[in-house]
């Protein structure tokens, strides 16, 4: 089992940076996959950024793309999510979540998932 916990939300204007993070405990070695999704009251869970634990490799979803930053210190097993030019519609929940079967954008492919934490963006 591998337990995820999200912190670094609050609420920002329209235009600042906020930085969130994901600190994964338990079997961490077995994961090949972290990601962040997010979810707005009334809208489906939305794929943001996920890295691959093997290569490196990361991608990113159409909104967030060049603004947002994904990035992992295997030391700490901590994944942080840079997130700048921030927008009134990236207001949501954000998620956690690891993969031990699949590098992947789509959330049936994660089978751990953080509480989710919450960002504020006024306009």
């Known amino acids: 089992q591998v337990q995820l916990v999200e912190s670094g939300g609050g609420l920002v204007q329209a235009g600042d940076s906020l930085r969130l993070s994901c600190t994964a405990s338990g079997r961490t070695s077995s994961l090949l996959a972290m990601a962040w999704f997010r979810q707005a009251p009334g809208k489906d869970r939305e794929f943001v950024a996920t890295?691959?634990?093997?290569?490196?490799?990361?991608d990113y979803g159409d909104s967030v793309a060049g603004r947002f930053t994904i990035s992992r210190d295997s030391a700490e097993n901590t994944m942080s999510l840079q997130m700048n030019s921030l927008k009134p519609e990236d207001s949501a929940v954000y998620f956690c979540?690891?993969?031990?079967?699949?590098?992947?954008?789509?959330?049936?492919?994660?089978?751990?998932w953080g509480q989710g934490t919450q960002v504020t963006v006024s306009s």
């Open positions: 979540a690891a993969a031990s079967e699949i590098f992947s954008n789509l959330a049936a492919g994660y089978n751990y």
């Open positions: 890295k691959s634990m093997q290569t490196e490799t990361t």
